[in-house]
């Protein structure tokens, strides 16, 4: 059963996953050489708590962290820490999640820390671009598989690999509910979307080959078993019969870049 929200539930979700696209941006400010994953995390425990809200990630299956930080060759579930340091060059990829009025919000976003090879800042931005594409397809009528496709083919289409043992999902009271939403398949198949569900769609997106390793050592870390880098961008989604209904925005992290500049 994929469980269908109403108008109400999914202002809730907005609520939500606004909260996390401003956290999002507030991190963002703090993104450069020299700061430590620990103090971004501590940065984004108190925006969160200050607007409201719990972190939705703290204490998930023991996650010890507000944010899920992951650097260079780590894709997804990098632990905040003190020793660890970011340094000019590097990419970050950022996730966040809060819990408020009993739902969830959920975003991911992977920046630039100073300059980066040309090759790293287009897979920044074809792993954004095809995230994209994901959601363009997120209609009523449409199946997960549409979704999937999207991403996979302008994923690959630019020399890139998708990661395929983490997926996205459908997002509510729970952080993780059905429909999984997987970052490859086949046009046409998987669940029919339809109106009233909310889904993340989350693609990772690997410089090279796709295989990762899940970490014996923290029991957390994702990272690529080439050792080259990898993106996650991720938006949640309400299924409208029109266009798609995007809880989560980026305009945030994009106005502080653009100051930045
Ligand atoms: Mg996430
Ligand atoms: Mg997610």
């Known amino acids: 059963m ?10 809730l979700l907005r609520e939500n996953n606004i909260l996390v696209s401003k956290t999002l941006a507030e991190v963002a400010k703090h993104i450069k050489p020299g700061v430590t994953t620990m103090e971004l995390d501590e940065i984004a425990e108190e925006y969160i708590r200050t607007n409201g809200a719990i972190p939705g990630f703290l204490g998930y299956g023991g996650f010890p962290g507000t944010l899920c930080v992951s650097i260079n060759e780590e894709v997804v579930h990098g632990i905040p820490s003190k020793d660890r340091v970011l340094k000019e060059g590097d990419i970050v990829s950022v996730d966040c999640g809060t819990l408020m009025k009993g739902f969830y919000g959920d975003s991911a976003f992977t920046f630039a820390v100073g300059e980066v090879d040309a090759q790293v800042a287009k897979l920044l931005e074809i792993t954004k671009e095809s995230l994209l594409k994901g959601v363009e397809k997120a209609v009523a009528g449409n199946r997960v598989g549409d979704i999937s496709y999207a991403v996979q083919q302008h994923a690959e289409a630019n020399g890139f690999s998708v990661v395929r043992e983490l997926v996205g999902h459908g997002l509510g009271r729970k952080m993780h509910e059905r429909p999984e939403v997987p970052n490859y398949g086949m046009r046409g198949r998987g669940p029919l979307l339809r109106k009233g569900m909310v889904i993340c769609i989350e693609p990772m997106v690997n410089l090279g080959k796709r295989e990762v390793n899940f970490s014996e050592v923290d029991g957390w870390t994702v990272t ?11 938006l949640a989604v309400a299924i409208t019969s029109g266009k798609p209904d995007v809880l989560t925005t980026f305009s945030f992290i994009d106005q502080i870049l653009t100051e930045r500049k």
């Open 224 to 234: 690529t078993r080439d050792k080259m880098p990898s993106a996650h961008f991720e």
């Open 2 to 11: 994929i469980e269908l929200k109403t108008e109400e539930e999914v202002e």
